[in-house]
């Protein structure tokens, strides 16, 4: 009974954890119900997506990750790139100052 309203309060935690970060509250309060240490763990590990850099592919100019090894459009192999790009979080947020 306690185990049960432990890995209740775990989950309402990660969810809010979770929430505030923009990704999956429902997905991750799961997680961190059925694994309560864990699950807490990962969501405070996870980084958003929107927050990493990026850079340009040389091939068709789309707008990569900076940590993908291959252009998800047309196929060619990114070096770690002399260039990054702000992350689009960061150009949001030079786009609204005031959020
Ligand atoms: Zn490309």
Redesign the pocket.
């Given at each position: 009974m306690i185990y049960l309203a432990l890995c209740s309060a775990f989950g309402v935690v990660t969810a809010l954890v979770a929430r505030a970060k923009g990704t999956s509250w429902l997905m991750w309060g799961l997680i961190g119900a059925v694994f309560p240490v864990l699950g807490l763990a990962g969501v405070l590990l996870f980084r958003r997506e929107t927050e990493e850099l990026r850079r340009p592919?040389?091939?068709?100019?789309?707008l990569?990750m900076i940590y993908d090894a291959l252009?998800t459009?047309?196929?060619?192999e990114l070096n770690f790139p002399e260039l990054a790009i702000e992350s689009s979080a960061d150009a949001a947020r030079r786009a609204h100052p005031a959020t």
């Amino acid at each position: 009974m306690i185990y049960l309203a432990l890995c209740s309060a775990f989950g309402v935690v990660t969810a809010l954890v979770a929430r505030a970060k923009g990704t999956s509250w429902l997905m991750w309060g799961l997680i961190g119900a059925v694994f309560p240490v864990l699950g807490l763990a990962g969501v405070l590990l996870f980084r958003r997506e929107t927050e990493e850099l990026r850079r340009p592919c040389p091939g068709c100019g789309r707008l990569c990750m900076i940590y993908d090894a291959l252009c998800t459009r047309c196929g060619t192999e990114l070096n770690f790139p002399e260039l990054a790009i702000e992350s689009s979080a960061d150009a949001a947020r030079r786009a609204h100052p005031a959020t």
